[in-house]
C-alpha cells in the first residue's frame, strides 16, 4: 500500500469509526475558503479542485530496498502476495442526475466503502460491511451537472485495507429536453377543488376541455412533471374565469416552493409567461384573486421546457446588475460571530431575494420594506444554516432576476 493510500485509509477509516452515518451538515465545503472555488454553483463542475494527498511529500521507508545491484542474488524467490486486498476495475456505472453505483473488484472478500465528494478531500461516505469479493456502492441524493471526485476502500477480515486512486464521474444535468415543450402534457394534475371538468383536463393538449375550481378566491392547480426537469415559463389558456392576481410555484421535492412568476393583472384568455431557467418537478398556479366571482378556470396549463443556463452563468451577477456598492458578499462566516462576513447584504435595487440550498429547499425569503433586505444565515426558524453552497434569486425593482451563489462556513 502506497504511504498516500495508507494516509486515505487511515483517514477513512477513522471517519467511519466516528459516523457511522455522517450527518447532512457535515460537507466538504468548509474549505472553500481557502481556494478559488468559492464561486461554486449550482450548475457547473467547481472552478478548482483541490489536490490528493501529496503522495511525495512523504519520505522513503526505513529498510527500504535500494542497493539490490550490490548483492549476489541468488534465484530470485517469488514475492509473497501482499496481505492486503487488491483492488480493481473501479468504475462508476448508472450515473444519473442525482445517484451513480460505484463498482469494484478485490481478490479476497472484503468490506465496502466509497468516499466521496465535490472535491478531492471528499467529505461523504457511503459504506457495506459484507464482506464480498465484488463490491457495489449506491451513491444518492447527488446534485445535478456536478462532477465527484471519489476513492473505494476496501478491508477484509484481518483488518488489512487499500485505498484505490482517486477517480471522477459527473452527473448529467436534469433535463435534456430540447427547449419549448409543453412538459405538461399527459401529466399527473390536482387542483384545490373541482366543480367542472376534471384537473387532468388541463394537460390533454384539447382547448375544448377544462377544469373549473370552487368559486373562491384561493384556489390551486398543480402538475407533478414526474422527474425535475428544466422549465422557462408557462402558458396558462383561461376559460372564461380567469385570475387577476397570482402566482406560479414551483418545486422539486412538492413540499418547499419558489417562487417563478407573480402576475398581478392577469388579463384572461392566454397568457405567456416566461422566467428564468429553473428546475422543477412539480408547477402550480395559485391564485390570489379571480378576475370574477367564480373562481378559476382553466382550458390548458403547459409547462415550457427550457435549456440549463450555462456553466458559471449564475455565479455572480452581470456588470452593473445591481450597482449598491454594497454587492452580496460570497463568503459567509456567521459561526466565528466577530461581525464579519456574517450577513449577506443586497443592495437597494433588490426588492425580492429568496434563498435556497442546493437541493432547491428555500431557506429564507424576504421582500424589500424600506430598508435593504439582510440575510444572516439563519432559516424561517431562526436557526444557523449549515455549512455548504446556497443559491441566492434577486429580483430587481426593475425586474430582472439575478443569481448569486454563496458559501456559507461555519
Ligand atoms: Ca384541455
Redesign the pocket.
Known amino acids: 500500500m502506497s504511504p498516500s493510500s495508507l494516509l486515505f485509509a487511515a483517514v477513512l477509516l477513522a471517519a467511519r469509526r466516528a459516523a457511522a452515518a455522517p450527518p447532512p451538515g457535515a460537507s466538504p465545503f468548509g474549505v472553500i475558503g481557502n481556494g478559488a472555488a468559492g464561486d461554486a454553483t449550482l450548475y457547473g463542475p467547481p472552478g478548482a479542485v483541490l489536490p490528493p494527498p501529496a503522495a511525495g511529500a512523504m519520505a522513503p521507508q526505513a529498510g527500504a530496498p535500494v542497493a539490490v545491484s550490490t548483492m549476489t542474488a541468488g534465484p530470485a524467490a517469488a514475492a509473497p502476495p501482499p496481505p492486503e486486498p487488491i483492488i480493481s476495475d473501479v468504475a462508476a456505472q448508472k450515473v444519473t442526475p442525482f445517484s451513480a453505483v460505484i463498482t469494484w473488484t478485490t481478490d479476497k472478500a472484503a468490506d465496502s466503502a466509497v468516499a466521496y465528494g465535490p472535491y478531492a478531500i471528499y467529505g461523504s461516505t457511503e459504506s457495506d460491511p459484507a464482506p464480498l469479493p465484488q463490491h457495489s456502492v449506491v451513491l444518492q441524493q447527488l446534485t445535478p451537472g456536478m462532477t465527484y471526485h471519489y476513492r473505494v476502500l476496501s478491508q477484509d477480515e484481518k483488518g488489512e485495507s487499500t485505498a484505490s486512486a482517486d477517480e471522477t464521474f459527473a452527473t448529467p444535468f436534469a433535463s435534456q429536453v430540447p427547449p419549448g415543450i409543453n412538459l405538461a402534457l399527459g401529466k399527473q394534475v390536482w387542483a384545490s377543488s373541482t366543480v367542472s371538468g376534471q384537473p387532468s ?2 394537460v ?1 393538449g ?2 375544448a ?2 377544469w373549473s375550481s370552487q368559486f373562491s378566491n384561493s384556489e390551486y392547480i398543480q402538475i407533478d412533471l414526474g422527474a425535475p426537469q428544466w422549465i422557462g415559463g408557462v402558458v396558462l389558456s383561461w376559460l372564461g374565469a380567469n385570475a387577476q392576481v397570482y402566482e406560479i410555484l414551483v418545486s422539486l421535492d412538492g413540499n418547499a416552493w419558489t417562487d417563478a412568476y407573480d402576475q398581478a393583472a392577469g388579463k384572461g384568455a392566454t397568457e405567456q409567461l416566461s422566467f428564468a431557467p429553473v428546475q422543477a418537478r412539480y408547477v402550480m398556479m395559485s391564485g390570489t384573486k379571480g378576475a370574477t366571482q367564480y373562481g378559476y378556470s382553466l ?2 396549463f403547459q409547462v415550457i421546457s427550457a435549456l440549463p443556463p450555462p456553466a458559471g452563468s449564475v455565479r455572480a451577477q452581470p456588470q452593473g446588475a445591481l450597482p449598491d456598492p454594497r454587492a452580496p458578499q460570497k463568503f459567509l462566516t456567521p459561526a466565528r460571530q466577530d461581525g464579519i462576513d456574517d450577513d449577506a447584504v443586497f443592495g437597494s435595487s433588490a426588492r425580492e431575494v429568496t434563498i435556497v440550498d442546493l437541493r432547491g429547499r428555500r431557506v429564507f425569503q424576504e421582500c424589500r420594506n424600506g430598508a435593504d433586505i439582510k440575510w444572516d444565515c439563519r432559516d424561517g426558524e431562526g436557526r444557523l444554516v449549515g455549512s455548504g453552497v446556497y443559491i441566492a434569486r434577486i429580483r430587481t425593482a426593475d425586474g430582472r432576476t439575478l443569481y448569486q451563489s454563496f458559501a456559507v462556513v461555519k
Open positions: 383536463n388541463v390533454d384539447n382547448l376541455t377544462g382550458a390548458e
